[in-house]
């Protein structure tokens, strides 16, 4: 069993910057590739950036490739989601997920990962 929890969050304006972190505890999960999701009230969850179990493949939504970057630090059990030139419509709760060790599906649907945080809340005002 993985516990995984976020943190990071915050409000931040236009433009700025924030680094989101997911620590996991209970076992290791340098075998697992890893997610980041985010949901807005009244809208579905969605895909924003994964890394592999090893960190030699990154995934990343359009919306936000150029400005997120994701990366895993597996000494330190974590995972991070540096976000840049934030825009307004990048607020929402995001969210930390692992898949099964080694797993081969598709890195882009929720339904694919198995362990979840409890999310982290990103504001930012324009």
């Known amino acids: 069993q993985v516990q995984l929890v976020e943190s990071g969050g915050g409000l931040v304006q236009a433009g700025g910057s924030l680094r989101l972190s997911c620590a996991a505890s209970g076992r290791t999960f340098s075998s697992n590739d890893v997610g980041w999701f985010r949901q807005a009230p009244g809208k579905e969850r969605e895909f924003v950036a994964a890394?592999?179990?090893?960190?030699?493949?990154?995934y990343y939504a359009d919306s936000v490739k150029g400005r997120f970057t994701i990366s895993r630090d597996n000494a330190k059990n974590t995972v991070y989601l540096q976000m840049n030139s934030l825009k307004p419509e990048d607020t929402a709760v995001y969210y930390c997920a692992c898949r099964p060790p080694y797993y081969s599906g598709s890195y882009y649907y929720p339904s694919e990962y198995n362990y979840w945080g409890q999310g982290t809340q990103v504001t930012v005002s324009s």
């Open positions: 890394i592999s179990w090893s960190g030699g493949s990154t």
